[in-house]
């Protein structure tokens, strides 16, 4: 895909925003070994070896792939395709292409529950969440939600994701069992990015229209803080007891205390950094630079970057993308 083309896409730039949702407590592996990087402009997925900071596969992925999500036994990688109305699903191990589930609409937000396996799509051009059956791949139901969903997150114990409505300035928060919306909890303004922390209690979402993240309580439904970040914030990623949300238009990643919510230092990436997510031991934190083409290595506790690594054109990784 050209320059271009990535530009007439600019609604596309705007409103994806996966959220990361956590692997339950006992199940993560003790680190992590890839990358599996969406580079929308080059119909295609990359392959990064974390260990040594370099590309090691290119997976063809037609249909401007976006976002992204693991299976909860990292055996699967799920890709939505906006281009190809499509999520498309590869097997980690050998890197290919076993199904293409036609869904039409405009899947871009990709989440997992990390206990059933089961794949939630949000259609941008609907109010709605499509589940995906991990077992079939077949359609099993569809979710009610607000206006241009975007990110998804599953909370640890199965039983709840948040969807950001963009439009509606707002997260959906649904119980997984009754595919049922409980609630509409305001936040700022367009919502992308969705995250919630490894104990399921806080979600965070990156408002990209109003640059700063929101904090709220899952249990109580609400709001409880909003933070300042640079401009555009898109995701979030937790680690080391900090929040690091990517700011676009900055060519930044933002920090801040996830207990006080006093902003720290601002690191530089490459440009227009979209997705982020730490890996679970919570050392180093991957950044996906959409015009650099690069994924950026930060480490957590010191706050710099510490390796580089060339990808495909446009590597957007929205969601979560380790393995």
């Known amino acids: 895909m050209s320059r271009g083309r990535a530009r007439s896409l600019a609604g596309l730039c705007l409103l994806l925003g996966i959220g990361l949702a956590p692997v339950p407590a006992g199940a993560e592996p003790s680190g992590v070994t890839e990358a599996f990087v969406t580079a929308q402009n080059a119909d295609a997925v990359d392959v990064v070896d974390l260990d040594g900071l370099k590309r090691v596969a290119t997976i063809p992925v037609p249909g401007a792939p976006a976002g992204i999500a693991l299976s909860p036994d990292r055996a699967r990688v799920y890709v939505t395709a906006p281009e190809g109305k499509a999520l498309v699903v590869i097997d980690a191990?050998?890197?290919?292409?076993?199904?293409?589930?036609?869904?039409?609409?405009?899947?871009?937000?990709?989440?997992?529950?990390?206990?059933?396996?089961?794949?939630?799509?949000?259609?941008w051009y609907a109010k709605r969440l499509w589940q995906v059956d991990p077992e079939t791949l077949a359609v099993a139901g569809e979710i009610p939600v607000g206006t241009s969903p975007s990110g998804i997150a599953v909370t640890p114990d199965g039983k709840f994701l948040l969807a950001a409505d963009r439009d509606d300035d707002a997260l959906s928060l649904v119980d997984t069992a009754t595919r049922r919306r409980v609630a509409v909890i305001p936040v700022g303004t367009r919502p992308f990015g969705v995250t919630i922390d490894p104990q399921g209690k806080r979600a965070y979402s990156a408002n990209v229209g109003s640059n700063d993240v929101s904090v709220v309580d899952i249990a109580s439904r609400r709001e409880v803080g909003r933070v300042k970040v640079g401009e555009r914030p898109y995701a979030v990623a937790l680690a080391q007891?900090?929040?690091?949300?990517?700011?676009?238009?900055?060519?930044?990643?933002?920090?801040?205390?996830?207990?006080?919510?006093?902003?720290?230092?601002?690191?530089?990436?490459?440009?227009?950094?979209?997705?982020?997510?730490?890996?679970?031991?919570?050392?180093?934190?991957?950044?996906?630079n959409w015009e650099s083409n690069t994924l950026t290595a930060i480490d957590a506790a010191t706050l710099r970057v510490t390796g580089t690594v060339k990808t495909s054109d446009g590597p957007r990784a929205f969601g979560q993308f380790l393995r």
């Open 241 to 288: 007891g900090r929040a690091f949300v990517t700011d676009q238009y900055g060519g930044t990643v933002s920090t801040f205390d996830a207990a006080t919510l006093e902003p720290g230092p601002r690191i530089d990436v490459g440009e227009y950094p979209e997705g982020i997510q730490a890996s679970p031991d919570g050392r180093t934190v991957y950044v996906a």
């Open 93 to 123: 191990a050998t890197r290919r292409v076993v199904q293409t589930v036609a869904l039409g609409g405009g899947p871009l937000g990709v989440g997992v529950n990390p206990v059933s396996g089961a794949v939630y799509v949000a259609d």
